[in-house]
Nanobody, 116 residues
Framework: QVEIAESGGGLVLPGGSLTLSCAAS????????INWYRQAPGKQRDWVAR???????AYTNSVTGRFTISRDSAKNAVYLQMNNLKPEDTAVYYC??????????WGQGTQVTVSS
């Protein structure tokens, strides 16, 4: 059974930084991509960033230049370094592992609150 666990969320001042982690345990037969999403209160879940392999990355426009996604394949882990955080970044952040067999695995999310 595969379990996905996010961590690293919290309360941070505007302009501050956080690093989110997401680790997969159990057996996933090949990982094609790992994505981060976020969902603000009362809004839909939006895509934030993606990594394929170790260096093929993409970001939604609103976080480009501020967020960095990276991966440790040996640990089945992915990270989201978030700098210069803004109140509009407040959301629950989720990661999604997609296997080579096109199966998706989601975590339970971690809360990020940006507020003074």
């Amino acid at each position: 059974q595969v379990e996905i666990a996010e961590s690293g969320g919290g309360l941070v001042l505007p302009g501050g930084s956080l690093t989110l982690s997401c680790a997969a345990s159990g057996s996933i037969f090949g990982i094609s991509s790992i994505n981060w999403y976020r969902q603000a209160p009362g809004k839909q879940r939006d895509w934030v960033a993606r990594i394929i392999g170790t260096d093929n990355t993409a970001y939604t426009n609103s976080v480009t230049g501020r967020f960095t996604i990276s991966r440790d394949s040996a640990k089945n882990a992915v990270y989201l370094q978030m700098n210069n955080l803004k109140p509009e970044d407040t959301a629950v952040y989720y990661c999604r592992f997609t296997s080579l067999g096109h199966r998706d695995y989601w975590g339970q999310g971690t809360q990020v609150t940006v507020s003074s």
